[in-house]
């Protein structure tokens, strides 16, 4: 079974684009995090959040707790945007993460 | 700070070796995980420890140990290497990761596995 559920895996946009990830998950959680992994990289922290809205630089991330998924969002995409994005659920109720398997993002020049 | 490292970055094993990879923190966090990175199925929790002397089993424990003699230090030991154990592996550390509460987690850069 696969607690958070990511779609979709791949994803090709034109530079400028608006571009839409979609997060849905079925634990309860403390918190929503949205990682980004580039190619042959690591990992880093985005965002984290457990209600509303938060917004750094071109990313956007929402929540809606009742219906259990969370988008992020990024204007005007670059090509520097290409990387895998992850979304991850800390468990309310242990001591650990479940995570989506990742949207691939490209943009094209 | 230099946040979260891992060595090595690379390693080849052959079935039946036996190996440690390291992970160290600078951050003063008391909770620490491993991961491992497989094509298709996102990241799984192999073990974690919420602090000095406490660790336990996440999701895909089997073949792996680890301990935590400090703060600092979270090594992940191999037995036993398989063929099935190569992958990419990532320490990670957070303030604490527990119940209600949910911090930023760090992550270090990776170990790329290979057992041949």
């Known amino acids: 079974k696969n607690e958070v559920e990511q779609s979709p895996q791949n994803l090709t946009a034109q530079e400028g684009e608006f571009i839409t990830i979609n997060c849905s998950y079925s634990v309860g959680i403390s918190a929503l995090h949205w990682l980004q992994q580039h190619p042959g990289g690591g990992i880093v922290s985005l965002f984290m959040?457990?209600?509303g809205k938060k917004k750094h630089g071109r990313l956007i991330a929402t929540i809606n707790i009742q219906e259990k998924h969370s988008s992020l969002h990024i204007t005007a995409s670059h090509p520097r945007d290409s990387a895998v994005y992850i979304c991850a659920a800390a468990s309310n109720t242990g001591n650990q993460f479940y995570f989506g398997t990742g949207t691939s993002l490209t943009v094209i020049p | 700070n230099a946040g979260v490292t891992q060595t090595p970055k690379f390693q080849v094993l052959k079935t039946g070796q036996s190996m440690t990879l390291q992970c160290a923190q600078d951050m003063n966090h008391e909770y620490m995980s491993w991961y491992r990175q497989d094509p298709g199925m996102g990241l799984r929790l192999i073990h974690y420890s919420v602090g000095a002397g406490i660790t336990d089993q996440g999701e895909v424990p089997n073949g792996y140990n680890v301990s935590r003699s400090t703060t600092e230090d979270f090594p992940l030991r191999l037995l036993s290497a398989a063929p099935s154990q190569t992958s990419v592996y990532f320490c990670a550390s957070s303030p604490t990761l527990g119940g209600a509460n949910s911090y930023e987690q760090y992550f270090g850069p990776g170990t790329r596995l290979t057992v041949t």
């Open positions: 959040l457990s209600s």
